[in-house]
């Protein structure tokens, strides 16, 4: 009896432990998969686009109908774009996390707020679009500019700005929130002093997607602030802008000469990315200073 106790055990041990190697070998499989699609599309791109790029292709206007010259205007519309959504988006998602983690009585009506933020966050970019041509655009009478497109892209990234801010702040420890407390310290004191600088770099992580939305979204920016073509800079919040994603949208499906800008496509795209991963990589290392010099 006593050996067929042991076979079954040793048969049930060998059992899990294939299981659980085949899940390993899978979830090993799957991030293979993506390694190698992500590298494949990166390797497609910088093949088809580094013969475009160039000191003039990164320093000048479009030229020839934009068959020739550079995407400097378009390069610095998706900065100014950019940097005018996160200046929206994050100090406006921060706000409402901490209102929602930290003050808010929980309930149905907060349970109900948190439901319509995760539908938002699945909510088509062109529906923001329009939104934004609605209100920003007509409504408010902001026209065609980078206030209105960093306005929509703000909104656009708020939903996932609070997800990844509510999340940072319920990591904090209550310990920390009860100690403070407990020494006399004000609600708002201990949330902007104790909480919210420790819950920076979690908040950071999150926000980098939304960063890297914002910079390469087409649709919102198409109604609210894109130019076709524009040869001058902007002047103030109120132009419009060129803009990189917006520029590959026309030089694929609407120049005049499709096949012969097809290099610059391709060159565009590769600055496009170079462009997000540069945000990226700020945001990063920011948070990363902010890890090892965090209190807890």
Known sequence: MKNIMKLFKNNSMKWRYFKQSLFFGAVRLSALIIALALGGIL????????????????????????????????ILGTIYLTIGAIAIGLPLGIASAIYLTEYAKQGR?????????????????VVFGVFGLGFFVIFLKFGSSILSGSLTLGFLILPTIIGAAEEALKAV????REASLSLGVSKWQTTFRIVLPNALPGILTGS????????????????????????????????????????????????????????IQFGTVLVLVAVVLSIDLVAIIIRSYMRKNKRW
């Open 173 to 176: 420890p209550q310990t920390f």
């Open 208 to 263: 980098i997607l939304g960063i890297g939305r914002a910079a390469g979204e087409t649709a919102p920016i198409m109604f609210t602030a894109a130019a076709y073509f524009t040869a001058k800079l902007p002047g103030s919040i109120f132009d419009e802008v060129m803009a990189l994603p917006y520029h590959i949208y026309v030089l694929a499906t609407a120049g005049t000469n499709i096949e012969a800008t097809r290099p």
């Open 43 to 74: 390797f497609y791109i910088i093949v088809n686009g580094i013969g475009a790029i160039s000191w003039d292709f990164i320093t000048k206007p479009p030229t020839d109908s934009m068959t020739k010259g550079g995407i400097m205007p378009a």
């Open 109 to 125: 009506v907060i349970r109900l707020i948190k439901v319509g933020i995760n539908c938002l966050a699945g909510v088509p970019s």
